[in-house]
């Protein structure tokens, strides 16, 4: 029988963390082979550490973890990519919180494909740095998400149905999971209004590259109402509300 792995490098991304004991930090990382974990970074906290600067939040380092009896163990880290701008930004950060919060809650108990995973998370921090629309960034990202963790919304057809969706406004199902044409939705449903040009928005995004979405024109209006009917659907499959998105509210009250 081989013997177990004692020790592996791998690139991660850190999603959270928390003070551990006088001098400790317990990191959540996102790693592309090893799925989600956490570990203990021993002494990150002294200023004369080495790993200290190395297990900043929401950044993407390379690290040597051994493993540990009940915890893993970071052996060493050298950051790699400090996505700057969401530290220099309140409003990139809080989309970054959320993002981490997001993926950190649907892969819980899902069994997703961590590669994919972690090459979206990455991809959505650097958007988060550089793109002039964060707020686009994260619906793109909120969609991409969904696709991978087995909740794609079905955008085409009528979920109760099963026709084409025509080209009028219509309903979204969130415990169905999708578009309702508007003879078939009643109360019992959990049915939301859904404009015509926001599902259009939606299935944009779900079936193009971000190259094909960053330079869109979208309306605050059409913001809006995209959020609204990808955040309702996601907080009734996660059965709670996300921390993050208070925050992001009160941040977008205080800038008006």
């Not at 508007?182 to 019992?188: I, N, Q, S, V, W």
């Amino acid at each position: 029988m081989p013997r177990a792995e004692r020790a592996f490098r791998t690139p991660v991304i850190i999603l959270k963390r928390r003070d551990f004991g006088e001098a400790d930090r317990i990191l959540t990382l996102l790693t592309p082979e090893h799925g989600k974990l956490d570990v203990i970074a021993k002494g990150a906290r002294k200023p004369t550490s080495h790993k200290t600067g190395h297990v900043e939040l929401f950044t993407r380092a390379d690290m040597l973890i051994h493993k540990g009896r009940d915890l893993d163990i970071v052996a060493q880290a050298e950051m790699v990519e400090p996505y700057l701008g969401i530290r220099e930004d309140l409003t990139r950060g809080a989309y970054a919180s959320y993002a981490a919060e997001l993926l950190d809650r649907f892969t819980a108990e899902a069994d997703a494909d961590f590669g994919e995973l972690f090459t979206l998370v990455d991809e959505t921090l650097e958007r988060l740095c550089n793109d002039s629309d964060p707020r686009l960034a994260v619906r793109y990202y909120e969609t991409r998400l969904l696709d991978l963790v087995g909740f794609r919304p079905e955008l085409n057809e009528c979920v109760v149905s099963r026709e084409e969706v025509e080209a009028e406004d219509q309903f979204f199902s969130y415990a169905l999971g999708g578009a309702v044409k508007p003879g078939f939705a009643h109360d019992g449903m959990a049915a939301v209004p859904i404009s015509m040009v926001t599902l259009k928005l939606l299935r944009h995004m779900q079936r193009s590259p971000y190259t094909h979405v960053k330079n869109l024109n979208i309306s605050l209006s059409l913001h809006d109402d995209a959020e609204r009917i990808l955040l309702g659907y996601i907080t009734f499959v996660l059965e709670r509300k996300l921390q993050s998105v208070d925050f992001i509210r009160r941040i977008r009250q205080k800038s008006k």
